[in-house]
């Protein structure tokens, strides 16, 4: 009897140190494309379209960044980190 | 003077004027050479097309040699890849590392297909390319252990995360075959 409530105990602990970790495991599965609309950030992704072949990808990407930047300008902070997630995710094909 | 004398010396004129602008420009440090911000385009080109001619025209005299897909070979060389590139140039199923980030030009992926032929790869592990991260491996590697990396390099962009791992794990150790070339002995 002590056992089975020991194994439950245990269970339940296991359960919720899994959901504890979820949220980080998120976070983690997302560390690729932190996008943040600054200056730093479009230089990178600017110098990954560089090392780039010729391709449809290259163009995407570097339509992307170029929307990205008219956004910045005109402050659309949420706009422009949209179309940097977008530029990254071209430069990644 | 003649017209084709006051031409000439209209000519010399600007060329100096141009290089004296040049020479201000340079010693003022205009040019942005920090890495995190991107050359422009027309400079971009100019070093990339300088950099693609100068090693084409070295790698002509490049030997190849006929046992490139000897899984010995390609063997040997996953173990050193995985030890000398992959921390820039990564690998299958590998996330960008915070040097691959931070480089600038960025060192190109190589589980993609290039566009170099076996010499010019050779002639780029062996000699390294200036300002770019790239080391000359040659100045501590023989011939042999570098064409072992170039014969894996051909074949990483048809490999899975899987195959890649399994290769490097069973590849002998990069410090053996070190340690073997230093002795002299075939590695």
């Not at chain 2, 004027?17 to 080109?45: E, F, M, R, S």
């Not at chain 2, 005299?61 to 897909?69: F, I």
């Amino acid at each position: 009897m002590r056992n089975l409530r020991l194994k439950n105990t245990s269970l339940r602990l296991l359960v919720l140190a899994g959901f504890a970790g979820l949220p980080l495991t998120f976070a983690l599965g997302h560390e690729g494309h932190h996008a943040e609309c600054n200056d730093t950030t479009i230089n990178a992704v600017k110098a990954d379209i560089q090392a780039m072949g010729e391709g449809e990808a290259k163009t995407a990407a570097t339509k992307e960044v170029e929307a990205a930047q008219q956004l910045m300008a005109k402050n659309d902070v949420e706009g422009c980190k949209s179309h940097i997630h977008s530029a990254m995710e071209a430069t990644e094909k | 003077m003649s017209d084709a004398g006051r031409r000439w010396a209209l000519v010399a004129v600007a060329l100096l004027v141009l290089i004296g602008a040049a020479a201000v420009g340079i010693y003022a440090g205009l040019y942005n050479i920090a890495a995190d911000v991107p050359h422009t385009q027309p400079v971009y080109w100019l070093l990339e097309t300088m950099r693609d001619r100068s090693i084409a025209a070295r790698a002509r005299e490049v030997v190849v040699p006929a046992d490139l897909n000897d899984p010995t070979r390609i063997s040997k060389g996953a173990g050193q890849y995985a030890d000398m590139c992959s921390g820039c140039h990564l690998a299958p199923g590998m996330k960008r590392t915070e040097i691959s980030q931070g480089l600038y030009p960025r060192a190109p992926e190589l589980r993609r297909k290039t566009t170099l032929t076996p010499a010019e790869q050779f002639w780029v592990v062996k000699h390294g390319i200036k300002m770019t991260g790239m080391p000359a491996w040659g100045v501590t590697h023989d011939d042999d252990l570098l064409w072992d990396v170039v014969a894996f390099v051909r074949k990483l962009p048809e490999l899975t995360k899987e195959q890649y791992e399994t290769l490097v794990e069973n590849a002998p150790k990069h410090e053996e075959l070190m340690q073997k070339m230093e002795m002299g002995g075939e590695h």
